[in-house]
T-cell receptor, first 115, second 114 residues
Framework: GEEVAQTPKHLVRGEGQKAKLYCAPI?????VFWYQQVLKNEFKFLIS????????ETGMPKERFSAKCLPNSPCSLEIQATKLEDSAVYFC?????????????FGQGTRLTVV | DAKTTQPNSMESNEEEPVHLPCNHS???????IHWYLQLPSQGPEYVIH???SNVNNRMASLAIAEDRKSSTLILHRATLRDAAVYYC???????????????FGTGTRLTIIP
């Protein structure tokens, strides 16, 4: 497709429950990035992929967060045992190349609310 | 990543030009300057990027200082739809083996006054 598609748009989970978010990158884009926006303006990088390979996972809280990008499937971000502090908007972005002069295209985000 | 500094907020009248400043005094020689905007309840959207020369596209212009320590995003004629948070971001194409994440600052919230 011509846009990054994220599902669901909203997700509500009780504390301790699992949450799974999906992202379909733009067709032909090899690079996928996940970001977490907690406060209105503050973004935190979580993880990036080059095709199905994890490239940079320095932002991931590894004990509860995991992510995959498998061939012919949407990418996914999974949070086991959600905590209140995981409440945020999660954005996925894709780009054709990974270099610094490349434009990144963002999805509309998934708003996760942990209650 | 080199850091950028932007004013927290700015206001502008509708139909007037808007100049959004960004300071990046620690910019390296290979860093590209990128601008993204975020409308309420939406994902960030690419606006423009440049390296050394000023750049124009259908959305905006980017003026880069000669020493590259600062830049200005110019919206030539503000409309109400331009009300958004604007982020100035540096990206080094040669770092991280060519897979460079965007490092967002806190951005400038632009309010357009009708």
């Amino acid at each position: 497709g011509e846009e990054v598609a994220q599902t669901p748009k909203h997700l509500v989970r009780g504390e301790g429950q699992k949450a799974k978010l999906y992202c379909a990158p733009i067709k032909g884009h090899s690079y996928v990035f996940w970001y977490q926006q907690v406060l209105k303006n503050e973004f935190k990088f979580l993880i990036s992929f080059q095709n199905e390979n994890v490239f940079d996972e320095t932002g991931m809280p590894k004990e509860r967060f995991s992510a995959k990008c498998l061939p012919n499937s949407p990418c996914s971000l999974e949070i086991q045992a959600t905590k209140l502090e995981d409440s945020a908007v999660y954005f996925c972005a894709s780009s054709q190349r990974g270099e610094g002069d490349t434009e990144a295209f963002f999805g509309q985000g998934t708003r996760l609310t942990v209650v | 990543d080199a850091k950028t500094t932007q004013p927290n907020s700015m206001e502008s009248n509708e139909e007037e030009p808007v100049h959004l400043p960004c300071n990046h005094s620690t910019i390296s020689g290979t860093d590209y300057i990128h601008w993204y905007l975020q409308l309420p309840s939406q994902g960030p959207e690419y606006v423009i990027h440049g390296l050394t020369s000023n750049v124009n596209n259908r959305m905006a212009s980017l003026a880069i200082a000669e020493d590259r320590k600062s830049s200005t995003l110019i919206l030539h004629r503000a409309t109400l739809r331009d009300a958004a948070v604007y982020y100035c971001i540096l990206r080094d194409p040669w770092s991280n083996f060519g897979n460079e994440k965007l490092t967002f600052g806190t951005g400038t919230r632009l309010t357009i006054i009708p």
